[in-house]
């Protein structure tokens, strides 16, 4: 941050253009990997239809199917994969959804466990939260009870006071940004997106289908911290929105786990479309399209929005 | 009743409503009897253009882009317990709970004190005039549907009012064989955001759409064969607006002759469109159909509608 965003406490769109430049330089540099046919990024879909039945979710499925994803995307078993990603002097701070299909409690025990478990984490130091309701410790990680505050620089306490971060939003269509996944989750950690915050929105990203929602992925303190993206595709939702009619919520029985927040959203707006192709009988594109997800990648560098050049593993 | 300009959700209690200024939708989740055994189990909140992002963040634009006057939203519970979260959404006369009413429309159509409803899976959504109200519950079965369909019923009597259908989807209405019509896919609204919703033209307000812009889209299967079209009917504040919205798409598709049903044109990936307009401010375009033939007899249908406009005082409503 420079000296004059230190002293105030607030950014611009100058400060995100110059932050970009090293998102810039990592576009170029998955550029470079597509051009040389490398697979830039792994996104593990983890599949058990019987984990969700009615309104009834399998907990201890879940965390196999967790486990199985977190085996399969660092190829090593699950809890070396944990224990090679956080630390026991983490505080991880996991960014949920309450609003528009919301996480599956069971899937965040089932994240809480495994960082407790596996690497040791202390309880309470694994925290979760949306908007400005968070809880502290697997006893508040569904209910989140306590309010929370912003720091001056827009973004919510729990993200500067978390050392790592783990991305979990719930998959689903989005009527202004095509899909709500991993990039647009963020919205739920910064204040000053709608012209309610201040009277005028800090982060002007709504224009064309939302195409610069990456901007709150590449504020450091997110883009630095965040180490894993677990997508609740538990129960998805298809239909147009805004808010999910519960008609369009289908038992998919998923998880999609990755690091990059943008291929793991490609993966999901699959997912979607194929099922948008199933009930129409033809092919059905997302509308709108998913801008951001171009503009994460080629403007932030926050991950590959090639399909071809992402390496999905199904387990 | 005038709405209140609020700076964030305002928790409704009996007395105030009684003594006060309150919106309709207030009194009715206030004063409104539930069925036997039903009870409400917490205080109304109402939110206003300003404060609705308390509620429902980035859902909120859909209902700013159309004339929201509040929202008022309450729990109540039935004799095991369920809850249901009832919403009552109040727009301006005009005719814009139309469209909100048919951003989607899947599912039974259930007949009732209301204007129009659909159900499905734990979710009631009714229009009574300028109403919208929604009852839900996350669980299902056909007792909670009836319980839901009493609910509802019991607010939308008293919220009984009149807002015929804009002008514009009246007479697209008018125009268009039903059974050519697709189900669930007739919109009406006004914003670029909205279309990109339905169809996305491109980053580029193309067609100059706005809040003073009506707007109908329609997936149809033109004639006799399986073939689909979309169209769409924008109608300006000025014909000038219609032309320059014209000049706009024929630049970024390709020239065309416009109000001539002989001349539609291929895009790139063979997709067939067309554009038509008459005399007044009314713009009809076939975004896409799948053959010539579609594309023609859609077209056929637009110049219906923009011809029922002229010389017949295109005001807003039907």
Not at chain 1, 52 to 74: C, H, T
Not at chain 2, 81 to 106: C, I, K, M
Request: proline share 5%.
């Amino acid at each position: 941050m420079t000296g004059s965003e230190q002293h105030d406490g607030r950014m611009n769109r100058r400060s995100f253009l110059a932050r970009s430049t090293a998102g810039a330089l990592g576009a170029a540099m998955g550029a470079r990997a597509r051009a040389q046919g490398q697979v830039r990024s792994r996104v593990v879909v983890a599949r058990d239809e019987q984990a969700v039945s009615g309104d009834q979710v399998d907990a201890d499925r879940v965390a196999a199917m967790l486990s199985k994803a977190m085996a399969a995307l660092f190829g090593k078993p699950a809890s070396d994969a944990w224990k090679g990603l956080f630390t026991v002097e983490d505080t991880v701070g996991i960014k949920s959804t309450v609003m528009m299909n919301p996480v599956h409690p069971e899937l965040l025990f089932a994240i809480h466990a495994a960082l407790t478990e596996h690497v040791g984490i202390e309880d309470a130091r694994v925290r979760v939260w949306d908007r400005n309701r968070g809880g502290v410790g697997r006893a508040e990680l569904a209910t989140m009870p306590r309010s929370l505050s912003y720091h001056d620089d827009y973004i919510v306490d729990m993200v500067h006071e978390s050392t790592a971060l783990i991305n979990c939003p719930s998959l689903k269509r989005h009527w202004l940004a095509g899909i709500g996944g991993a990039v647009k989750n963020w919205c739920g950690a910064v204040r000053g997106i709608n012209p309610m915050d201040n009277g005028e929105a800090v982060f002007k990203f709504h224009g064309d289908s939302c195409a610069q929602m990456g901007m709150l992925n590449a504020l450091p303190p997110i883009r630095e911290r965040c180490r894993l993206i677990v997508i609740d595709a538990l129960t998805p939702c298809h239909g147009p929105g805004p808010q999910v009619n519960p008609a369009d919520l289908w038992a998919y029985g998923g998880l999609i786990v990755s690091t990059d927040p943008v291929a793991a959203d490609v993966v999901g707006a699959q997912i979607l479309e194929a099922k948008l192709e199933e009930i129409n009988g033809r092919p059905t594109p997302l509308t709108p399209p998913t801008r951001h997800l171009q503009v994460a990648d080629a403007e932030y560098g926050l991950g590959c929005s090639d399909a071809a050049a992402i390496e999905v593993v199904r387990v | 009743m005038t709405t209140a300009i609020l700076r964030s959700p305002v928790v409704i209690l009996l007395s105030a409503v009684t003594s006060v200024q309150a919106s309709p939708g207030a009194e009715a989740l206030v004063e409104t009897r539930l069925p036997d055994g039903w009870r409400w189990t917490d205080e109304a909140v109402e939110y206003d253009r300003d404060s609705i992002y308390e509620y429902l963040d980035g859902g909120a634009m859909f209902y700013l882009s159309y004339s929201l006057e509040s929202l008022v939203v309450r729990t109540c519970g039935g004799p095991e317990g369920v809850p249901v979260t009832v919403e009552v959404y109040a727009f301006a006369p005009g005719g814009d709970s139309h469209g909100v009413f048919l951003n989607e429309t899947r599912g039974e159509r259930p007949t009732g004190p209301w204007d129009d409803a659909v159900y499905g899976a734990g979710l009631l959504k009714a229009r009574e005039g300028r109403f919208i109200v929604r009852a839900q519950s996350g669980r299902r079965g056909d007792a909670l549907k009836e319980a839901l369909n009493a609910v509802a019923s019991a607010l939308c009597v008293k919220l009984s009012s009149d807002d015929p259908p804009p002008r514009l989807l009246a007479d697209a209405r008018a125009c268009v064989d039903p059974g050519e019509v697709v189900e669930d896919t007739e919109r009406f609204f006004h914003t670029q955001d909205s279309l990109s919703s339905y169809y996305y033209l491109g980053a580029d307000n193309v067609l100059g759409l706005s809040a003073d812009t009506d707007c109908v889209l329609v997936h149809l299967r033109p004639g006799d064969g399986d073939a689909r079209a979309i169209v769409l009917v924008a109608k300006y504040p000025e014909r000038r607006l219609a032309e320059a919205a014209a000049q706009r798409l024929a630049a970024l598709w390709g020239g065309l002759p416009t109000g001539d049903v002989a001349h539609v044109a291929q895009r790139d990936g063979g997709r067939w469109w067309g554009m038509a307009h008459g005399s007044d401010a009314r713009l009809g375009v076939v975004l896409e159909a799948d053959t010539r033939g579609a594309a023609e007899r859609s077209l056929a249908i637009l110049k219906a509608i923009a011809e029922r406009a002229e010389g017949d005082g295109d005001d807003d409503r039907q």
